[in-house]
């Protein structure tokens, strides 16, 4: 429970401190996320065989 608290406090304060930044970042963040995925399925197509 407290290190979820920290996390939010932390981001909060991130938040404050960045005003419309934290927007940009997200979409960057969210950028990033959807080009691993898309690796990530890539990877899982060609390679169907789990490796164990």
Same mark, same amino acid.
Request: aromatic share 8%.
């Given at each position: $429970?407290?290190? *979820?608290? @920290? !996390?939010?406090?932390?981001?909060?304060?991130?938040? &404050?401190?960045?005003?419309?930044?934290?927007?940009?970042? $997200?979409?960057? *963040?969210? @950028? !990033?996320?959807?080009?691993?995925?898309?690796?990530? &399925?890539?990877?899982?197509?060609?390679?169907?065989?789990?490796?164990?």
């Amino acid at each position: $429970m407290m290190v *979820g608290t @920290g !996390i939010f406090t932390t981001l909060g304060s991130a938040t &404050a401190e960045a005003h419309s930044g934290i927007l940009i970042a $997200m979409l960057i *963040g969210g @950028g !990033i996320i959807f080009m691993t995925w898309l690796s990530a &399925a890539q990877v899982g197509v060609n390679y169907p065989k789990e490796v164990v």
